[in-house]
């Protein structure tokens, strides 16, 4: 029953995240570029299968649990929300959960990997919004710092009351257990609310930061190749037409 539960918890997490973003995108988002379905299709695959290989690199940090490893797999989904609009970043962010369990399973009774797809769209898609509103560097700064901040709250807040219960449910593991793990790297963790804080706060924040910074150093780097590319094919069907 458990089980269920939280399958059926993802599959309407997933759903209410794909139609804010499509209304989202239809509302606030009048300047990205119309695609074909072929070229969008596999764009967004091609991002979300990086993605997915990139959640294969984890690296434990000094100041958490063992569970929370950091990755960069909000990179590629970043780029592709930027390019694509919010719903492709929406799409990436599952594509990429479902990639790294082909290639890798779960170890997190499938928590982490929920947890992974619905804090990393708290990110990329505020992001996406700021930026797609009004291309350009200072949208593209200001979308970043909103997603950072969004996903720091969000993800405290997601943890705190439903990712760790969960977690602990679901994998068998007693919650002063997973309290204790925080203990071991922090003598300040005695309970979810300090772990939340000690741990879960300064973790979003480090890949949120880290992840920005990569964005904008590549996308502006990117953006005028994958666009290049897109006036090319354009032009092409104009020929053929």
């Not at 995108?25 to 091609?46: D, E, F, R």
């Not at 997915?52 to 780029?79: C, N, R, W």
Request: proline letters at 6%; a positive charge.
């Amino acid at each position: 029953m458990e089980n269920l539960k939280f399958i059926l918890t993802c599959l309407a997490v997933f759903a209410a995240l794909m139609l804010a973003a499509a209304l989202l995108q239809k509302l606030l988002c009048k300047n990205i570029k119309p695609l074909s379905g072929t070229h969008y299709i596999t764009y967004t695959a091609m991002f979300a299968t990086m993605a997915g290989v990139l959640m294969l690199i984890e690296i434990p940090l000094p100041f958490a649990p063992p569970f929370y490893k950091i990755d960069l797999s909000e990179l590629p989904v970043m780029i592709c929300t930027f390019y694509l609009g919010p719903v492709a970043g929406v799409t990436a962010e599952l594509l990429k959960v479902l990639v790294k369990l082909l290639l890798k399973g779960t170890s997190t009774a499938f928590v982490g990997d929920f947890a992974n797809f619905a804090v990393g769209c708290s990110f990329v898609l505020p992001a996406s919004l700021v930026y797609h509103a009004k291309p350009g560097k200072r949208s593209a700064l200001l979308g970043l710092a909103a997603g950072t901040l969004c996903m720091t709250i969000f993800g405290s807040a997601f943890n705190a009351i439903y990712l760790l219960p969960k977690f602990a449910v679901l994998f068998g593991m007693p919650m002063e257990a997973i309290i204790g793990m925080g203990t071991k790297v922090n003598a300040h963790i005695v309970s979810v609310p300090t772990l939340v804080l000690f741990a879960v706060v300064p973790f979003n924040l480090l890949k949120g930061v880290v992840v920005s910074l990569l964005t904008f150093l590549l996308y502006k780097r990117i953006s005028p190749l994958l666009h290049r590319a897109d006036d090319k094919k354009k032009l092409r069907r104009e020929k053929k037409d």
